[in-house]
């Protein structure tokens, strides 16, 4: 069975500094891996996806990716955060069905 | 532009009433999804179509009726619902069950 795991429910940065949001997942094989944003009262939108190859992985917004595979995780990372970034984020794992959806890490962003 | 519509994007009803949430996409996408989002509970899985069939029903109580009558469109009928049903509803579309979804903007639902 798939699954995943975000441990930090918020993260609260200042404006400017770096962001790293932690996903794990537990899947038998190489999984799809994917990373969505929705801001307050929209839905989710792809930020990224990993499905093989590199495993730095670029995304819109300035985001990325990276998989390993010894650590069974997929952090999303960005150098600098801007407000606009403050919205819920989550990690979906996937490979040879429904990807299965994290809980969500909220990202507060403080002038 | 998700490609992705949903209406109504508000929708408050009653217990008693009987109202359906409809959903488009035009990406020319196989399979059709309802999610379930609470505040403070994770994204619940709720129907999942591929090809016009419906391969997923994650145990949703039957007040909740889903109709995919072609690769386009998707609705789910409401009817008899409860307070605790009250959340916003996600419907997404994926080239298959496999591949990143595409989400529409949701509908807030509150029941009375």
């Known amino acids: 069975a798939q699954s995943v795991t975000q441990p930090d429910i918020h993260i609260t940065v200042s404006e400017g500094a770096s962001l790293e949001l932690r996903c794990n997942y537990s899947?038998?094989?190489?999984?799809?891996l994917f990373w969505y944003v929705q801001s307050p009262g929209q839905g989710l939108q792809l930020l990224l996806k990993?499905?093989?190859?590199?495993?730095l992985v670029q995304g819109i917004k300035g985001f990325e990716a990276e998989f390993k595979r010894s650590q069974s995780s997929f952090n999303l990372r960005k150098p600098s955060v801007h407000w606009s970034d403050a919205a819920e984020y989550f990690c979906?794992?996937?490979?040879?069905?429904?990807?299965?959806f994290g809980r969500g890490t909220s990202l507060i962003v403080h002038p | 532009e998700t490609g992705v519509t949903q209406t109504p994007r508000h929708l408050v009803m009653g217990m008693t009433n009987k109202k359906s949430l409809k959903c488009e996409q035009h990406?020319?996408?196989?399979?059709m999804y309802w999610y379930k989002q609470s505040a403070k509970k994770p994204l619940e899985l709720m129907f999942v179509?591929?090809?016009?069939?419906?391969?997923e029903n994650n145990s949703v109580p039957s007040r909740f009726s889903p109709e995919c009558p072609n690769s386009s469109h998707l609705f789910l009928h409401l009817h008899t619902l409860q307070p605790e049903d009250s959340a916003l509803y996600l419907c997404?579309?994926?080239?298959?069950?496999?591949?990143?979804?595409?989400f529409g903007p949701g509908t807030r639902l509150t029941v009375l």
């Open positions: 990993y499905f093989s190859g590199d495993t």
């Open positions: 979906a794992v996937g490979g040879s069905y429904i990807p299965t």
């Open positions: 179509y591929s090809l016009e069939e419906r391969v």
């Open positions: 990406l020319g996408h196989n399979a």
């Open positions: 899947y038998g094989a190489t999984p799809y």
């Open positions: 997404a579309s994926s080239q298959d069950v496999r591949n990143e979804q595409f």
